[in-house]
T-cell receptor
Framework: GQQVMQIPQYQHVQEGEDFTTYCNSSTTLSNIQWYKQRPGGHPVFLIQLVKSGEVKKQKRLTFQFGEAKKNSSLHITATQTTDVGTYFCAGDNAGNMLTFGGGTRLMVKP | NAGVTQTPKFRVLKTGQSMTLLCAQDMNHEYMYWYRQDPGMGLRLIHYSVGEGTTAKGEVPDGYNVSRLKKQNFLLGLESAAPSQTSVYFC?????????????FGEGSRLTVL
Protein backbone atom coordinates (compact mmCIF):
# COMPACT_ATOMS: atom_id res chain seq x y z
CA GLY A 1 0.00 0.00 0.00
CA GLN A 2 0.88 3.64 -0.14
CA GLN A 3 3.55 4.80 2.27
CA VAL A 4 4.34 8.36 3.27
CA MET A 5 7.64 8.98 5.02
CA GLN A 6 8.49 12.19 6.81
CA ILE A 7 11.86 13.42 8.03
CA PRO A 8 13.20 14.41 10.42
CA GLN A 9 11.17 12.91 13.24
CA TYR A 10 12.30 15.64 15.67
CA GLN A 11 13.95 19.03 15.28
CA HIS A 12 15.20 21.42 17.94
CA VAL A 13 15.91 24.95 16.77
CA GLN A 14 16.81 28.24 18.36
CA GLU A 15 14.15 30.88 17.98
CA GLY A 16 14.87 32.78 14.77
CA GLU A 17 16.43 29.81 12.96
CA ASP A 18 14.81 28.25 9.93
CA PHE A 19 13.15 24.83 9.87
CA THR A 20 12.31 22.38 7.10
CA THR A 21 10.43 19.09 7.11
CA TYR A 22 10.35 16.72 4.14
CA CYS A 23 7.69 14.31 3.00
CA ASN A 24 8.16 11.45 0.51
CA SER A 25 5.52 9.16 -0.93
CA SER A 26 6.02 5.70 -2.40
CA THR A 27 3.37 6.50 -5.03
CA THR A 28 2.42 9.49 -7.15
CA LEU A 29 -0.06 11.71 -5.35
CA SER A 30 -3.04 13.60 -6.68
CA ASN A 31 -2.58 16.14 -3.91
CA ILE A 32 -0.85 16.60 -0.59
CA GLN A 33 -2.05 18.32 2.55
CA TRP A 34 -0.18 19.69 5.56
CA TYR A 35 -1.46 19.81 9.13
CA LYS A 36 -0.15 21.23 12.40
CA GLN A 37 -0.84 19.71 15.78
CA ARG A 38 -0.01 21.73 18.88
CA PRO A 39 1.03 19.75 21.98
CA GLY A 40 -2.08 18.20 23.49
CA GLY A 41 -4.22 19.38 20.60
CA HIS A 42 -5.71 18.04 17.43
CA PRO A 43 -4.42 18.32 13.86
CA VAL A 44 -5.39 21.53 12.09
CA PHE A 45 -5.31 21.92 8.32
CA LEU A 46 -2.68 24.28 6.95
CA ILE A 47 -2.76 23.91 3.18
CA GLN A 48 -3.35 21.68 0.18
CA LEU A 49 -1.07 21.43 -2.86
CA VAL A 50 -2.40 20.00 -6.10
CA LYS A 51 -0.20 20.97 -9.04
CA SER A 52 3.20 19.57 -9.96
CA GLY A 53 5.94 21.98 -8.80
CA GLU A 54 3.46 24.12 -6.89
CA VAL A 55 4.79 26.56 -4.28
CA LYS A 56 2.51 28.29 -1.79
CA LYS A 57 3.34 30.71 1.00
CA GLN A 58 1.56 31.56 4.22
CA LYS A 59 3.46 34.35 5.97
CA ARG A 60 6.69 32.63 7.17
CA LEU A 61 5.65 29.17 5.90
CA THR A 62 6.54 27.98 2.40
CA PHE A 63 5.09 24.77 1.00
CA GLN A 64 6.38 22.96 -2.08
CA PHE A 65 5.06 20.04 -4.11
CA GLY A 66 7.62 18.15 -6.15
CA GLU A 67 7.62 17.98 -9.93
CA ALA A 68 6.94 14.25 -9.84
CA LYS A 69 4.19 14.76 -7.23
CA LYS A 70 5.86 12.25 -4.90
CA ASN A 71 7.47 14.62 -2.43
CA SER A 72 6.77 17.82 -0.59
CA SER A 73 8.37 20.14 1.91
CA LEU A 74 7.40 22.71 4.49
CA HIS A 75 9.87 25.46 5.32
CA ILE A 76 9.45 27.91 8.19
CA THR A 77 11.57 31.05 8.10
CA ALA A 78 12.72 32.59 11.39
CA THR A 79 10.89 30.26 13.74
CA GLN A 80 8.95 31.60 16.70
CA THR A 81 7.83 29.84 19.88
CA THR A 82 4.31 29.81 18.47
CA ASP A 83 5.53 27.43 15.74
CA VAL A 84 6.02 24.65 18.29
CA GLY A 85 4.11 21.49 17.43
CA THR A 86 4.08 18.48 15.15
CA TYR A 87 3.75 18.99 11.42
CA PHE A 88 2.16 16.24 9.35
CA CYS A 89 1.94 15.76 5.65
CA ALA A 90 -0.90 13.66 4.24
CA GLY A 91 -0.95 12.25 0.74
CA ASP A 92 -3.95 11.53 -1.42
CA ASN A 93 -3.40 8.91 -4.13
CA ALA A 94 -6.87 9.47 -5.62
CA GLY A 95 -8.51 7.01 -3.27
CA ASN A 96 -10.98 7.78 -0.53
CA MET A 97 -8.43 8.26 2.19
CA LEU A 98 -5.39 10.28 3.06
CA THR A 99 -2.19 8.59 4.23
CA PHE A 100 -0.38 10.54 6.90
CA GLY A 101 3.34 10.75 7.41
CA GLY A 102 4.77 10.10 10.86
CA GLY A 103 5.13 13.81 11.55
CA THR A 104 8.00 16.11 12.48
CA ARG A 105 7.97 17.45 15.99
CA LEU A 106 9.37 20.99 16.13
CA MET A 107 10.73 22.37 19.37
CA VAL A 108 11.82 26.01 19.56
CA LYS A 109 14.16 27.36 22.24
CA PRO A 110 13.44 30.99 23.13
CA ASN B 1 -19.28 26.62 16.01
CA ALA B 2 -19.12 23.06 17.36
CA GLY B 3 -17.53 21.49 14.25
CA VAL B 4 -16.55 17.93 15.18
CA THR B 5 -17.34 16.72 18.69
CA GLN B 6 -16.03 13.50 20.22
CA THR B 7 -17.25 11.79 23.36
CA PRO B 8 -15.91 10.69 25.74
CA LYS B 9 -12.61 12.58 25.92
CA PHE B 10 -11.02 10.11 28.31
CA ARG B 11 -11.75 6.49 29.14
CA VAL B 12 -10.02 3.69 31.00
CA LEU B 13 -11.03 0.13 30.19
CA LYS B 14 -10.03 -3.27 31.38
CA THR B 15 -8.97 -5.89 28.86
CA GLY B 16 -12.02 -7.53 27.34
CA GLN B 17 -14.44 -4.69 28.04
CA SER B 18 -16.35 -3.03 25.26
CA MET B 19 -17.04 0.61 24.53
CA THR B 20 -18.23 3.02 21.86
CA LEU B 21 -16.75 6.34 20.86
CA LEU B 22 -19.17 8.84 19.39
CA CYS B 23 -18.31 11.43 16.77
CA ALA B 24 -20.76 14.13 15.75
CA GLN B 25 -20.31 16.82 13.10
CA ASP B 26 -22.55 19.76 12.33
CA MET B 27 -21.08 20.74 8.95
CA ASN B 28 -23.23 18.42 6.83
CA HIS B 29 -20.11 16.60 5.64
CA GLU B 30 -20.45 13.38 3.66
CA TYR B 31 -17.07 11.92 4.61
CA MET B 32 -16.12 10.87 8.11
CA TYR B 33 -13.02 9.10 9.42
CA TRP B 34 -11.65 7.47 12.53
CA TYR B 35 -7.88 7.65 13.12
CA ARG B 36 -5.68 6.45 15.91
CA GLN B 37 -2.50 8.26 16.90
CA ASP B 38 0.40 6.52 18.57
CA PRO B 39 3.78 8.10 19.39
CA GLY B 40 6.03 8.32 16.33
CA MET B 41 3.48 6.69 14.04
CA GLY B 42 1.43 9.61 12.89
CA LEU B 43 -2.25 9.10 12.23
CA ARG B 44 -3.45 5.75 10.99
CA LEU B 45 -6.88 5.32 9.46
CA ILE B 46 -9.10 2.75 11.15
CA HIS B 47 -12.40 3.02 9.25
CA TYR B 48 -14.11 5.64 7.18
CA SER B 49 -17.50 6.45 5.67
CA VAL B 50 -18.35 8.14 2.39
CA GLY B 51 -21.96 8.80 3.35
CA GLU B 52 -24.85 7.83 5.57
CA GLY B 53 -25.22 4.06 5.78
CA THR B 54 -21.76 3.32 4.35
CA THR B 55 -18.53 2.21 6.01
CA ALA B 56 -15.18 0.96 4.75
CA LYS B 57 -11.95 -0.37 6.21
CA GLY B 58 -8.84 1.74 6.51
CA GLU B 59 -5.26 0.76 7.26
CA VAL B 60 -5.77 -0.75 10.74
CA PRO B 61 -9.40 -1.96 11.06
CA ASP B 62 -8.90 -5.14 13.10
CA GLY B 63 -10.58 -5.09 16.51
CA TYR B 64 -12.86 -2.18 15.63
CA ASN B 65 -16.33 -1.79 14.18
CA VAL B 66 -18.12 1.34 12.99
CA SER B 67 -21.60 2.50 12.09
CA ARG B 68 -23.00 5.55 10.31
CA LEU B 69 -26.73 5.39 10.79
CA LYS B 70 -27.12 9.17 10.62
CA LYS B 71 -25.14 11.50 8.41
CA GLN B 72 -23.92 13.59 11.30
CA ASN B 73 -22.74 10.71 13.51
CA PHE B 74 -19.96 8.15 13.16
CA LEU B 75 -19.54 5.58 15.92
CA LEU B 76 -16.40 3.57 16.65
CA GLY B 77 -16.82 0.40 18.69
CA LEU B 78 -14.37 -1.84 20.48
CA GLU B 79 -16.03 -5.18 21.23
CA SER B 80 -13.23 -6.65 23.35
CA ALA B 81 -10.60 -4.09 24.23
CA ALA B 82 -6.91 -5.06 24.23
CA PRO B 83 -3.90 -3.16 25.66
CA SER B 84 -2.68 -2.65 22.05
CA GLN B 85 -5.70 -0.42 21.54
CA THR B 86 -4.43 2.11 24.07
CA SER B 87 -4.17 5.22 21.95
CA VAL B 88 -5.57 8.63 21.17
CA TYR B 89 -8.48 8.40 18.76
CA PHE B 90 -9.39 11.23 16.42
CA CYS B 91 -12.52 11.59 14.39
CA UNK B 92 -12.48 13.78 11.30
CA UNK B 93 -14.92 14.90 8.67
CA UNK B 94 -14.59 16.33 5.19
CA UNK B 95 -16.83 17.84 2.60
CA UNK B 96 -15.14 15.94 -0.23
CA UNK B 97 -13.35 12.67 -0.72
CA UNK B 98 -12.24 12.51 -4.35
CA UNK B 99 -9.95 14.37 -4.32
CA UNK B 100 -9.52 14.42 -0.57
CA UNK B 101 -10.61 17.68 0.96
CA UNK B 102 -9.59 19.42 4.14
CA UNK B 103 -10.10 17.29 7.22
CA UNK B 104 -11.73 18.83 10.29
CA PHE B 105 -10.67 16.96 13.41
CA GLY B 106 -12.32 16.53 16.77
CA GLU B 107 -10.35 17.15 19.95
CA GLY B 108 -9.55 13.47 20.43
CA SER B 109 -10.45 10.68 22.82
CA ARG B 110 -7.71 9.22 24.98
CA LEU B 111 -8.29 5.53 25.65
CA THR B 112 -6.27 3.43 28.08
CA VAL B 113 -6.74 -0.33 28.20
CA LEU B 114 -5.33 -2.02 31.28
Amino acid sequence: GQQVMQIPQYQHVQEGEDFTTYCNSSTTLSNIQWYKQRPGGHPVFLIQLVKSGEVKKQKRLTFQFGEAKKNSSLHITATQTTDVGTYFCAGDNAGNMLTFGGGTRLMVKP
Amino acid sequence: NAGVTQTPKFRVLKTGQSMTLLCAQDMNHEYMYWYRQDPGMGLRLIHYSVGEGTTAKGEVPDGYNVSRLKKQNFLLGLESAAPSQTSVYFCASSGSGRPAGELFFGEGSRLTVL
